[in-house]
């Protein structure tokens, strides 16, 4: 159990950085509880969006590399449309395809959002159900997801909100520490027991201190990880070099396709059965298109991997030979791989399935709880110490009073003697 000066100044941390990123932590708290549930939800908010209106009885099979090259050329032939930037292939019987388009924006700046059109296809007719500019901030149905998202991530402040994110993931994981160090009980069973219950009447500041120090211990685990998680998402290269100085990355760099010249580009198909070639046993989840300097990037994911969804396979193909430039698998990655990929699935919850993601929603609500408990004690401790200060005041003048009338007394006793 911490005692002194240490546990004094570990509680002022404690507080202060609370008080600071509070408003932060309880944003990206309460946004997380939904965001749990993204899928589900904007699918329920847009069905005419999100859903193919052919699936009927149709077996949930992957799109083939034919299917997703025909959706490729419906929009490539579109006016309107043309070429996307990355296609999202249909992982459910009656899901859509979900076609990008990046929105150039020369004049954003650090705190714009980044926006992207999204056009959405009809996964059997490859009828053009919708569109939306993701990243765009609304409440409408369309545009209520992807705000929050935007607002969990990025502050709705683009790079600079990013940044501010990615601390405050870092210092939501040291406070969530300091907590379970201030939390440590002597060594006794009795002392046990006391720091793991809550007592006194609901509005008590004995109720108030009891639970904020027994739902710290509980949620403490699920806090370091999700603020962890945060940074290491939102801010990669601050994170990278310290995973690398203790286990083994793979290189990161950039692919590049090989000589161009006389060549003409290999087909969206011909890229995607190479990566299907490559990793037989993985689903096409998506495909961003190649360029004459890019190869296509295609994303797959393989049975047993932690990463639901998209997964977390990535096959890059030259955009001219065909040829697999390079294979990241999940299933077989460095330690240090290994460990990065995990963040996204414990941020998400998914890693641990349906349990997983309700552990995580739940624990979105645990930011607002500490807030509020935390500021009643802390209020409570400046209300002490005010009143405190005023009867040692009272006390101070009380005394100066007395000083003074035993002087003016002994002044009136000595002119009288004169």
């Not at 979105?364 to 935390?374: D, K, Q, R, S, Y």
Request: aromatic share 8%.
């Amino acid at each position: 159990m911490l005692t002194g000066l240490l546990r004094a100044r570990l509680r002022d941390i404690h507080l202060y950085v609370s008080l600071v990123f509070g408003a932060i932590f309880v944003m990206a708290g309460l946004t997380g509880v939904l965001i749990a549930w993204t899928h589900e939800l904007d699918g329920a908010l847009n069905p005419r969006l999100l859903h193919s209106r052919s699936a009927g009885d149709k077996a949930d099979a992957a799109p083939t590399p034919a299917q997703a090259q025909a959706a490729y050329e419906r929009l490539a032939a579109e006016p309107g449309y043309g070429k996307p930037s990355m296609l999202m292939l249909p992982f459910e019987s009656d899901g859509v395809y979900v076609a990008w388009y990046r929105k150039p924006n020369r004049d954003k700046g650090s705190f714009d959002n980044e926006v992207s059109r999204q056009v959405m296809l009809d996964r059997y007719t490859l009828e053009i159900l919708g569109e939306r500019n993701y990243g765009e901030i609304g409440l409408s149905r369309e545009l209520l997801m992807p705000t929050l998202f935007q607002l969990h991530r990025y502050l709705l402040a683009g790079d600079v909100g990013k940044t501010v994110i990615g601390i405050s993931g870092l210092l939501l994981t040291v406070t969530s520490l300091m907590g379970f160090a201030l939390w440590w009980p002597k060594h006794t069973l009795a002392s046990l027991r006391k720091s793991l219950s809550v007592r006194g009447a609901l509005a008590s500041r004995q109720f108030n201190y009891s639970f904020h120090r027994s739902a710290g211990f509980f949620m403490t685990p699920v806090l370091a990880v999700l603020g962890f998680s945060g940074l290491a998402m939102n801010l990669p290269d601050w994170v990278r070099p310290v995973v690398g100085a203790v286990a083994t990355l793979e290189p990161n760099a950039k692919m590049a396709n090989g000589p161009a010249e006389g060549r003409k580009p290999i087909s969206v198909a011909t890229a995607l059965e190479a990566a299907q070639q490559r990793v037989p046993q993985g689903r096409l989840t998506r495909v961003s298109f190649g360029s004459a300097k890019t190869p296509f990037e295609i994303r797959m994911r393989q049975p047993g991997e932690v990463r639901e969804g998209d997964g977390n396979t990535r096959v890059s193909v030259d955009a001219f030979s065909g040829n697999v430039l390079r294979l990241r698998d999940p299933l077989n990655a460095a330690a240090g791989d290994t460990f990065l990929n995990w963040q996204f699935p414990l941020h998400s919850g998914e890693a641990f399935g349906l349990v997983g993601r309700v552990l995580v929603s739940f624990s979105g609500l645990a930011p607002l709880a500490f807030m509020i408990t935390g500021l009643v004690l802390w209020l409570g401790r400046r209300a002490m110490r005010r009143k405190a200060h005023a009867i040692a005041e009272t006390a101070s003048i009380k005394e100066a009073k007395k000083i003074a009338k035993r002087a003016q007394m002994r002044h009136t006793e000595s002119c009288e003697n004169v």
